[in-house]
């Protein structure tokens, strides 16, 4: 008795372990899909060219500013978005906190001073992103899937990744547009 009970004991953790890193990973994103989170669709181009990007100040917080996605620097762009820029201490920190919501082809683009490990939480967030973490050549180097804290938990989970850049979109936008890690970010003029 006391043998079956250990292994339905261990089943469960088993199971709870696995669930955990499913719904943490992102995962279930590719399992069920992106639900309610889903926005729109963005649209993918095949073009082989690069497209002209509107040069913007740096240090502008408005939309307007194109990023696109390839698979390299001459592939084909895999999807494009109109992002915000933030690139002083301020506008890293407050970030989409104060944003309600994102168009499917819309998001910011974070620029930090120099290359390195950078922490990114769901503070005071309205909805789920994806956190793209971007090196400074533009290669992609990490991808979060970032849930919305649970209601009353205080707790800020740390979404960590190597880059300069950080790009950050509805959540599942990776997924809907085949972006992965080591696809190239084409950074907009103006971006340092």
Do not use: C
Request: charge should be negative; avoid cysteine; aromatic fraction near 6%.
């Amino acid at each position: 008795m006391e043998r079956r009970a250990g292994i339905v004991i261990l089943g469960t953790v088993a199971l709870l372990v696995g669930g955990a890193v499913v719904l943490q990973s992102g995962l279930w994103v590719d399992l069920v899909g992106t639900g309610d989170y889903e926005r729109g669709t963005v649209t993918v181009t095949e073009r082989t060219t690069p497209t002209a990007a509107t040069p913007t100040p740096t240090g502008t917080a408005t939309p307007g500013t194109t990023v696109a996605v390839r698979q390299s620097d001459a592939g084909p762009t895999l999807a494009t978005v109109e992002v915000r820029i933030a690139d002083t201490t301020t506008k890293r920190y407050v970030g989409l906190s104060e944003t309600d919501e994102l168009g499917p082809d819309e998001g910011m683009l974070f620029v930090h001073d120099e290359a390195d490990t950078h922490a990114y939480v769901m503070r005071n967030m309205s909805f789920p992103l994806d956190i793209i973490f971007v090196d400074a050549d533009g290669t992609i180097t990490t991808i979060h899937h970032a849930s919305l804290p649970p209601p009353g938990d205080e707790t800020l989970r740390r979404y960590e990744g190597r880059g300069k850049y950080v790009l950050e979109v509805n959540r599942g936008w990776t997924n809907r547009t085949g972006v992965e890690v080591g696809d190239r970010v084409e950074l907009p003029a103006g971006v340092a």
